[in-house]
């Protein structure tokens, strides 16, 4: 049976495209969505990309992934990354792997983006690439 990837995109990311296209490029979530899609069928998985402004369906879908067998869970969790314990407690409540995914380096930004909650709980982390770092993250959770 194929397994899934829950590739998970936190608040402001529906945006991307619009968005401070000098940091996050001109790629859309939909764009980044049809490259995984097809990474994914390379990889003989299949890929669950969402977007949610709202922390708690975030969590509600790590929740989800658990119940439901999903090989990882591949998140940008936006500016959640920087502030919400809530996604590390449900990082660290599943069994499901997290990798941890960023288009832009946080660490090279913002004095108040360097803490990353969620990636204490993450196995890998790929930041500072774009959209291809979330297609290194999909070929992580292959070997997984
Ligand atoms: C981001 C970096 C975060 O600091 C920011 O709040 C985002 C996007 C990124 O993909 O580079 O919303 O996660």
């Known amino acids: 049976m194929t ?5 998970l995109n936190g608040p402001n990311l529906n945006l991307l495209g619009l968005r401070e296209p000098e940091i996050y490029g001109s790629d859309t979530l939909d764009d980044i969505a049809g ?6 069928v390379e ?4 890929v669950d990309v969402r977007q949610s402004n709202h922390e ?3 969590i509600d879908w790590m929740h989800e ?11 940008n969790a936006g500016a ?15 069994k499901v792997p997290v990798i941890e995914v960023h ?9 108040f983006r360097h803490i990353s909650y969620i990636g204490m709980a993450a196995v890998k982390e ?6 291809k770092g979330y297609l290194l993250a999909l070929d992580h959770a292959a070997t997984l």
């Open 3 to 7: 397994q899934t990837v829950y590739v």
């Open 35 to 40: 490259m995984l899609e097809d990474r994914a």
């Open 43 to 46: 990889l003989g998985l299949a």
């Open 56 to 58: 708690g369906h975030l």
């Open 65 to 75: 992934a658990q119940a439901t067998g999903a090989r990882a869970i591949i998140i």
């Open 80 to 94: 959640y990354t920087h502030t919400s314990i809530a996604l590390y407690d449900a990082a660290k409540s599943i």
């Open 103 to 111: 288009l832009s380096d946080p660490m090279k930004r913002e004095h």
């Open 126 to 131: 790929f930041k500072g690439l774009g959209p």
